[in-house]
Nanobody
Framework: QAQLVESGGGLVEPGGSLRLSCAASGFTFSKYAMYWYRQAPGKQRELVAS????????NYLDSVKGRFTISRDNAKNTIYLQMNSLKSEDTAVYYC??????WGQGTQVTVSS
């Protein structure tokens, strides 16, 4: 059964950093592009970052460019989202998706002093 499990969220002060992870299982992870989305309270889910199957291209939401970095380790069936210089507006539940995994359960990121 295909599955995605996010981890790494938490409470961080503005300007801080977090690294999210998403572990995939049940499908051939290395064949698929993968994505990080986020959903803030009362807002629609939005695409934050994308990465190709071989990591030869990435793409980012304009508001996170230069602060967030998506990466993947195909040997570990895992993608990452390194988030630096966090702002209060980055507060959301972060989800990964891609391949045959559907959606993970999400991980809460709260940026607050």
């Amino acid at each position: 059964q295909a599955q995605l499990v996010e981890s790494g969220g938490g409470l961080v002060e503005p300007g801080g950093s977090l690294r999210l992870s998403c572990a995939a299982s049940g499908f051939t992870f290395s064949k698929y592009a993968m994505y990080w989305y986020r959903q803030a309270p009362g807002k629609q889910r939005e695409l934050v970052a994308s990465i190709s199957s071989t990591a030869d291209w990435t793409n980012y939401l304009d508001s996170v460019k230069g602060r967030f970095t998506i990466s993947r380790d195909n040997a570990k069936n895992t993608i990452y989202l390194q988030m630096n210089s966090l702002k209060s507006e980055d507060t959301a539940v972060y989800y990964c998706t891609g391949g045959l995994g559907g959606w993970g359960q999400g991980t809460q990121v709260t940026v607050s002093s």
